[in-house]
């Protein structure tokens, strides 16, 4: 089975088109302050230019909730990934007023206990959870891998709380057989299929020829 795939941080026209061609279910916008921030309106723009038929995303960190849902609704956004000290409230009242589907992310600490509690208790609100590499001073997007040996633990979690888990952080070409192994049901990458700070299209064909067909070629 191949996992569910979000391509994240489009940041011009060519990573849309790039994008659009590859096997992603989904691809991601991030409207929070980071290298890769972009604005509404551009996204707007790309995708009246692009033929995209996958699932958009729209990246956020402690953003009023006013603001997400104008922008949800200006693009709009299939799904609000919510990367900050948002809390329960928060997200309740965004999917009410979106009607968007809502994923949570949390970072992996080597005591898997504290972030499997913040699941259960955010499970009634969301649809999804994110889990990403806990980086110092970083929000996500840092290409950093956590423990995969965890990763089980989090999807049999989310299962049972009938939510979809998606794993992020240092998942390139090289390494997704690797991650394969453990069985995640939903994946997202970006600078995993960067070149200069542009989405590559080799990348992408290297990382979905290996996850297709899940064995190890060579480089």
């Not at 989090?154 to 709380?161: D, F, P, T």
């Amino acid at each position: 089975m191949k996992p569910y795939v979000k391509y994240c941080g489009a940041v011009s026209q060519d990573d849309v088109e790039c994008i659009a061609q590859s096997h992603a279910d989904a691809i991601g916008f991030i409207f929070a302050p980071s290298k890769r921030q972009v604005q509404p309106v551009q996204v707007k723009q790309w995708l009246i230019q692009t033929k995209c038929e996958k699932k958009i995303a729209g990246v956020f960190v402690n953003e009023k909730i006013e603001k997400v849902c104008e922008i949800t609704k200006h693009i709009p956004l299939d799904i609000v990934q919510l990367h900050g000290d948002e809390t329960q409230d928060d997200a309740k009242e965004i999917k009410q007023q979106t009607g968007a589907v809502v994923w949570k992310v949390f970072h992996h600490a080597s005591n898997i206990t504290n972030t499997l509690e913040k699941m259960t208790e955010f499970a009634p609100v969301v649809d999804g959870f994110l889990i990403d590499a806990k980086v110092k001073g970083m929000r996500g997007g840092s290409g950093t891998a956590f423990a995969w040996e965890a990763v089980p633990a989090y999807v049999k979690h989310a299962k049972r709380l009938e939510k979809t888990c998606i794993i992020a952080g240092g998942i390139t070409p090289e390494t997704i057989a690797e991650l394969l192994a453990y069985g995640p049901e939903a994946i997202d990458l970006s600078s995993g299929i960067e070149e200069n700070g542009k989405k590559s299209s080799a990348k992408i064909e290297a990382l979905e020829e290996r996850m297709l067909n899940d064995v190890r070629i060579s480089k």
